[in-house]
């Protein structure tokens, strides 16, 4: 699969996804398959918006 290119909105909304769901206590491992599966992106483009937004503080809003 072509690695796509992602907008920084939408990488923060991949994260809070992910964050969401991890939130709900659904083991990492999963929450990563899962997320990537609904956002159609790959585990490693998973792992590098995880890693953007752990640096950059994307926290979600409240």
């Not at 995880?50 to 950059?56: A, I, M, R, S």
Request: negative net charge; proline residues 3%; without cysteine.
């Amino acid at each position: 699969m072509p690695s796509k290119t992602l907008t920084v909105k939408q990488r923060q909304s991949i994260f809070h996804a992910l964050v969401e769901v991890q939130d709900t206590g659904v083991a990492v491992a999963d929450s990563k398959k899962s997320v990537a599966a609904e956002y159609h992106i790959t585990r490693e483009q998973l792992d590098l918006i995880e890693k953007e937004g752990l640096d950059k503080d994307w926290l979600p809003s409240m």
